[in-house]
């Protein structure tokens, strides 16, 4: 069993950066790999970035290629994503998940942070 709780979310103008972070509760953060997911008004939720439970291996949607950093520290029970370049197609509710695998959520979800990039 794991909680997460994310921060970070907030308003940007295109073409600026956000961090989000994912704070995990519970001895067994490690164990999970984690992904980041989000949900933009009237779409479906959608895959975005993936690490393994290592930090080794990470993947990420077409959409974050060489603007999104999915990161972690273990240490820390946290997990990050640092978002550049940030586009207003960007603006969604961003999940953290716990126990993933890459596309494909685990059972454990953030209450979400919100995003909104303004053009």
């Known amino acids: 069993q794991v909680q997460l709780v994310e921060s970070g979310g907030g308003l940007v103008q295109a073409g600026g950066s956000l961090r989000l972070s994912c704070a995990a509760s519970?001895?067994?953060?490690?164990?999970?790999?984690m992904g980041w997911f989000r949900q933009a008004p009237g779409k479906e939720r959608e895959f975005v970035a993936h690490?393994?439970?290592?930090?080794?291996?990470?993947t990420y949607a077409d959409s974050g290629k060489g603007r999104f950093t999915i990161s972690r520290d273990n240490a820390k029970n946290t997990v990050y994503l640092q978002m550049n370049s940030l586009k207003p197609e960007d603006t969604a509710v961003y999940y953290c998940?716990?126990?993933?695998?890459?596309?494909?959520?685990?059972?454990?979800w953030g209450q979400g942070t919100q995003v909104t990039v303004s053009a």
């Open positions: 998940n716990a126990d993933s695998r890459v596309g494909v959520p685990g059972p454990y």
């Open positions: 519970g001895r067994t953060f490690s164990r999970y790999a």
């Open positions: 690490i393994s439970w290592s930090g080794g291996s990470t």
